[in-house]
């Protein structure tokens, strides 16, 4: 069946950086384009960079732009987000999304804490 696992979470102190991984699985992982996603307490749920299925084009929430980079290894059915320069308001749980078989996959999240 789909999974998607996500890990690398953790406390982080404000400036610091975290690289989140997701590991995917019951799919062919090179066909499908990749969000993340991040919800924080009290908010919706939002969607903070997504990648092709390539990896040739990226997207990014302009609230992370120039901070975060999200990134793929179609050999290791793996994506990446490499969150730089972290700020408090990036505190929130991550969320691996895919959407495959008509269906919106998600991970079960990691959570991101940045506290000084």
């Known amino acids: 069946q789909v999974q998607l696992v996500e890990s690398g979470g953790g406390l982080v102190q404000p400036g610091g950086s975290l690289r989140l991984s997701c590991a995917a699985s019951g799919f062919r992982f090179s066909n499908y384009a990749m969000n993340w996603y991040r919800q924080a307490p009290g908010k919706e749920r939002e969607l903070v960079a997504s990648?092709?299925?390539?990896?040739?084009?990226?997207t990014y929430a302009d609230s992370v732009k120039g901070r975060f980079t999200i990134s793929r290894d179609n050999a290791k059915n793996t994506v990446y987000l490499q969150m730089n320069s972290l700020k408090f308001e990036d505190t929130a749980v991550y969320y691996c999304?895919?959407?495959?078989?008509?269906?919106?996959?998600w991970g079960q999240g990691t959570q991101v804490t940045v506290s000084s």
């Open positions: 990648i092709s299925n390539t990896g040739g084009s990226t």
């Open positions: 999304n895919a959407f495959v078989y008509v269906v919106s996959r």
